[in-house]
């Protein structure tokens, strides 16, 4: 049980002490900079999956590139 201990006052000691932590403003840039990169992202497999037709529904009246290759086979 004394490990145990020491261990978690080792890691209280070095996440106050010893860890670099960022300001309010860099985790907010940071914060911007990953949200805006997700929707980039998201965005990006969205128009993507419509392109290729990749909806999932076979009476849909796009069927994209595959389903025009599709159709010619």
């Known amino acids: ?5 020491e261990y978690i ?3 209280v000691t070095e ?5 670099t ?3 309010w403003k860099e985790l907010q ?3 911007i900079i990953v ?3 997700s929707v980039i992202f998201a965005l990006l497999i969205f128009v993507m999956d419509f392109v ?3 909806t999932g529904d076979s009476k849909s009246l796009w069927q ?3 389903g025009f290759i599709y159709r010619l086979f």
């Open 35 to 37: 949200v805006v990169a």
């Open 64 to 66: 994209g590139v595959l």
């Open 15 to 19: 996440m106050v002490h010893n860890v």
């Open 52 to 54: 290729f037709g990749i």
């Open 9 to 11: 006052n080792e890691t």
């Open 29 to 31: 840039s940071n914060t």
């Open 1 to 5: 049980m004394s490990k145990v201990k």
């Open 21 to 23: 932590w960022p300001t």
